[in-house]
């Protein structure tokens, strides 16, 4: 796959390392597609998915929930949200804080299932950010005057592409390249494909099985 930052969003899905290709869960290397500038500091759980809508059983819905009351007017109708301006979009660029307030995995998981691949911004919660690698979701943060910048041209150029590699923990756009940093425990995760742990959990039910079994305490 080349390393050249693509056109458009859905020209890439996130790329995984080909030792990796066949395994349970692959490993992520970077995320290529288009952004979404998402400004404001402090952006909590609580914005991104109103808790109302924890009660439902599965997450199958939460991307139509994700900043669901931000995304409306006071008739309900859509507005100019970033969410309903720049539909197909999936590395979304934020601010300080992003992803504070409460634990709720239900946040991210409407930010993936709205389509959100990576985020790059200038800090985020670390329970957040846990909970974003549990998804496969890479947290890039970068400098404040860099990701004001990355917002500014994704606004003036919403269809160029816009590329997060894991592996170097950099975003390049429009042959701009900026460094950041991806937690060492996130980026591992991801570049060994050991992020989803119920996955990896999954994929060794027999040597956990007999862990279990060869253990006196859990016994009938």
Not at 24 to 50: C, E, S
Not at 117 to 128: D, K, L, Q, R
Not at 146 to 174: C, H, K, M, S, W
Request: net charge negative; hydrophobic share 35%; aromatic share 6%.
């Amino acid at each position: 796959m080349s390393d050249d930052v693509p056109g458009s969003a859905g020209d890439d899905a996130p790329e995984t390392d080909g030792a990796d290709d066949s395994a349970a869960v692959p490993a992520i290397r970077r995320v290529a597609g288009t952004g979404v500038p998402l400004r404001g500091d402090d952006i909590d759980t609580d914005q991104i998915l109103p808790a109302r809508f924890l009660k439902a059983v599965t997450f199958d819905d939460m991307g139509e929930y994700a900043f669901y009351d931000q995304r409306r007017d006071e008739n309900g109708d859509p507005n100019d949200h970033p969410f309903n301006e720049y539909r197909g979009a999936n590395v979304l660029a934020v601010n300080d804080n992003f992803g504070c307030g409460s634990s709720r995995e239900h946040a991210p998981q409407g930010l993936m299932r709205w389509g959100v691949e990576a985020i790059v911004g200038e800090s985020f919660a670390e329970i957040f950010q846990d909970n974003c690698k549990s998804l496969g979701i890479p947290t890039l943060a970068v400098d404040h005057e860099d990701v004001v910048a990355l917002q500014e041209f994704i606004e003036t150029n919403p269809d160029a592409g816009v590329e997060v590699d894991v592996r170097e923990e950099t975003v390049r756009y429009d042959g701009t390249a900026i460094e950041g940093e991806v937690p060492d425990a996130m980026r591992e995760a991801l570049l060994e494909g050991k992020w989803d742990t119920t996955a990896v959990m999954r994929t060794n039910l027999d040597r956990a099985t007999a862990v279990n079994d060869s253990l006196p305490y859990t016994d009938d």
